[in-house]
């Protein structure tokens, strides 16, 4: 905060400069310096008007907490998994590319390993994931099967509740077949490795399923 304007702040009489401290050292509000510096200028045009419009404190207040708290939500920087969520379609897949079932393997890992799940998203992509399980437990192959098991391995430990079962019957599946299970770290090299090859994407529900799945 420069020093003209915690002048401004100081002399309004208002109680506002320890407020809007309060505000700027609150964690959501880790904004870009240029950004921060168009806000606080916004700010310091409202406690002008505000000397204009007295007595009208209250009012004053309300206009730097609005403007603080906007700020603070407009430029908090979008997660990974939130751009994810956002490519989800309405059946639970993320793609429609030749690839999407592995995709989907990619997606239900990475969104059951987030730091704080969205359940919901996570619920309906283990749902559809599900809707291509075989009576066998399988997937119609060794790979995919192995993908989909570990995912559903992550989805379970996570919490989604229909998870489990299919997990199991995934697990019996692979072990009937004589195919190893996917550990979270062989998922997140092979998700790694498609990240490499991937190079520019049309399809964001491809790019972020991988991207999320590489991170694991």
């Keep these: 905060?420069?020093?003209?304007?915690?002048?401004?702040?100081?002399?309004?009489?208002?109680?506002?400069?320890?407020?809007?401290?309060t505000l700027r050292s609150a964690p959501q509000a880790r904004v870009s310096p240029a950004f921060a510096e168009r806000v606080m200028a916004r700010v310091r045009?409202?406690?002008l008007l505000?000397?204009?419009?007295?007595?009208?404190?209250?009012?004053?207040?309300?206009?730097?907490?609005?403007?603080?708290?906007i700020a603070a939500f407009m430029d908090r920087p979008m997660s990974l998994e939130t751009r994810l969520v956002e490519c989800q379609r309405e059946d639970g897949s993320f793609s429609g590319s030749s690839a999407a079932r592995y995709v989907q393997a990619f997606a239900v890992s990475a969104l059951a390993c987030a730091e704080h799940p969205d359940f919901t998203a996570l619920g309906h992509a283990v749902d559809a994931l599900l809707r291509s399980q075989n009576a066998d437990g399988g997937w119609g192959g060794g790979g995919l099967s192995a993908r989909n098991v570990a995912a559903l391995a992550a989805a379970?430990?996570?919490?989604?509740?229909?998870?489990?079962?299919?997990?199991?019957?995934g697990l019996r599946y692979l072990r009937m077949?004589?195919?190893?299970?996917?550990?979270?770290?062989?998922?997140?090299?092979?998700a790694k490795d498609a990240l490499a090859k991937l190079g520019?994407?049309?399809?964001?529900?491809?790019?972020?399923?991988?991207r999320g799945a590489s991170r694991l």
């Design 1 to 21: 905060m420069n020093a003209e304007l915690m002048k401004d702040l100081e002399e309004s009489g208002d109680g506002l400069l320890p407020f809007a401290e």
């Design 45 to 47: 045009t409202s406690l």
């Design 50 to 69: 505000a000397r204009w419009l007295r007595p009208m404190p209250i009012a004053a207040a309300a206009s730097v907490a609005a403007m603080l708290a």
């Design 156 to 169: 379970s430990s996570a919490g989604v509740v229909n998870a489990k079962a299919a997990y199991r019957r």
């Design 177 to 190: 077949n004589g195919i190893a299970e996917l550990s979270a770290d062989e998922l997140s090299r092979e």
């Design 200 to 210: 520019a994407s049309r399809d964001d529900g491809l790019v972020f399923s991988v």
